[in-house]
């Protein structure tokens, strides 16, 4: 499973409900979009916040009732009516993506999450919506799962955030482990680069785990799709590992055998 992008929305999965495949499609191809507005293309950063300003406005639309002229956001607003969905997670969203445009260094754990909890917990927050298991509990657990995710893109994608200008490793965690930003541009296999993504690597694995309650408390095929969620993100984390935390000189991904691993992993579950 790659860990990454919007790819974590179960669009073409199987286990998705017929019923409630044209609810994701609309979900994803706003948070797909709106994404793609923040980080793709040689847009100025001006350009992209009016473009991002333009959905929140569509967004705001839809919650006052009305239906935008633009087909994808008319789409989302039939969604919105017919599952009473919040928009509020969606508004959480572009938040994010708009910070994203102008935030490429964070000083702390603490802001890191702050932005997990607009760019990726929205996502599962949704799905429970759709599926109709709101509860204290599935949240907190799905804010859990899906900041893990977020996570552990960031670990994965190390190198190729850095080529963007981006760095989401907290600067007080570079600067506990003895790491320069400077450093980051000689692509370090260091023991001090290596106990920094270690630590970071257990941080998001006992937050998966502290989430991963959560599928044995939803029945079907959400239950099952979770599961592989959870499971492929811990794998990436393992692969991470395995390349001894170098992940500049190829990207941690998973493969055939590691497929077999999480679907057996997910099976014991």
Known sequence: MP?????????????????LAPAVEAIYAFARSADDIADEGDATAAE?????????????????????????????????????????????????FRQDVVTTRYPDYTALLDYCRRSANPVGRLMLELYDAVDERNLRDSDAICTALQLINFWQDVAIDLAKGRIYLPLEDLERHGVLESDLLGHPATPAWRALMRFEVERARALMLGGAPLVRRLPGRIGWELRLMVQGGLRILDAIERADYDVFRRRPTLAAADWLAVGWRALRM
């Open 3 to 19: 860990v990454e992008h919007y790819e974590n929305f179960p669009v073409a999965s199987f286990l998705l409900p017929r019923r």
């Open 48 to 96: 992209r916040l009016a473009a991002l300003e333009t959905y929140g406005q569509a967004l705001e639309a839809i919650e006052r009732g009305s239906v935008p002229p633009d087909p994808m956001f008319a789409r989302l607003a039939g969604v919105v009516a017919g599952f009473r969905l919040p928009v509020t997670p969606m508004h959480d969203l572009l938040s994010a």
